[in-house]
């Protein structure tokens, strides 16, 4: 097998890696935010703006 064609799997390895595992749990996680509206997440974007100029 060449290098070239053990990049080419790697790269379609992590890609299939990323679709099936990191993007649904963000989506929960934003279905999760948006729907139970958690305090620790309001009082997070508050801290985060503190600081911001106007």
Same mark, same amino acid.
């Given at each position: ?18 679709? %099936? &595992? $990191?993007?649904? +749990?963000? !989506?929960? %996680? &934003? $279905?999760y935010v +948006?729907? !139970? ?18």
């Amino acid at each position: 097998m060449k290098l070239s064609e053990r990049i080419v799997y790697a790269a379609i390895i992590i890609l299939l890696d990323l679709l %099936v &595992f $990191v993007l649904p +749990i963000m !989506a929960f %996680v &934003f $279905v999760y935010v +948006i729907l !139970a509206r958690p305090r620790w997440f309001r009082e997070w974007v508050l801290r985060l703006y503190e600081d911001a100029p106007a």
